[in-house]
């Protein structure tokens, strides 16, 4: 199946500074990754969608200064979390569908921890 | 009213028994259903999906869909402890010409006990 990778798998950070994950699609382009949080014994929360090549549509109530994304090729798509605060600690997940209208592929998942 | 939902859990089942998790919807013009298993800590992977109504197997699992019913569930048999996880159920409310915003319920915790 396709492979969809994410990095850093976890990151500890202090409040203020800035973290970047990284979702790569290795064998297939994806025109499309969405990217969802979760926090723990809580469901998958879409945070927006990233399309290659234009603008990322958040969901209501994310902040799109806040939580940035750029998907520059179609193989490579991230998310910066900017001035990550303590409430921001939680696993992100990206995912990727191979065709549109398919099923999507997840990367491994970041936990990220702000202290 | 949820868009996806499930029983939360936790659904306890005998070692060798069959694990039925069930899902409803509320967008009937859902076309898409996936079942994704979740361990502790990690991302979910796909186990099935299905688009048509009825049953679809695959080795020890099998997706029912009834969309007159809004209902699509997921059947394992001979359940094994590795099958202790939490599983969601997803749907995509759009046509299958496009992917957008495929709702995840909260996800139903199963434990196969030995």
């Known amino acids: 199946g396709a492979v969809v990778s994410q990095h850093p798998s976890w990151v500890i950070c202090k409040s203020g500074t800035s973290v970047k994950i990284e979702c790569r699609s290795l064998d297939f382009q994806a025109t499309t990754m969405f990217w969802y949080r979760q926090f723990p014994k809580q469901s998958l929360m879409l945070m927006a969608t990233?399309?290659?090549?234009?603008?990322?549509?958040?969901e209501q109530g994310v902040e799109k200064d806040k939580f940035l994304i750029n998907h520059a090729s179609l193989t490579l798509s991230t998310l910066t979390v900017t001035s990550a605060h303590p409430e921001d600690s939680s696993f992100y997940i990206c995912?990727?569908?191979?065709?549109?209208?398919?099923?999507?592929?997840f990367g491994q998942g970041t936990r990220l921890t702000v202290v | 009213q949820k868009e996806v939902e499930q029983n939360s859990g936790p659904l306890s089942v005998p070692e060798g028994a069959i694990a039925s998790l069930n899902c409803t919807y509320s967008d009937r013009g859902s076309q898409s259903f996936f079942w994704y298993r979740q361990y502790s800590g990690k991302s979910p992977e796909l186990i099935m999906f299905i688009y048509s109504n009825g049953d679809k197997e695959d080795g020890r699992f099998t997706a029912q869909l009834n969309k007159a019913s809004q209902y699509v569930s997921l059947l394992i048999r001979d359940s094994q402890p590795s099958d202790s996880a939490t599983y969601l159920c997803?749907?995509?409310?759009?046509?299958?010409?496009?992917?957008?915003?495929?709702?995840f319920g909260p996800g139903t915790s199963l434990s196969v006990i030995p």
């Open positions: 995912s990727a569908p191979r065709d549109v209208g398919t099923e999507a592929f």
């Open positions: 997803a749907v995509n409310p759009v046509m299958k010409t496009s992917y957008d915003k495929v709702i």
């Open positions: 990233s399309n290659e090549g234009s603008k990322a549509t958040y």
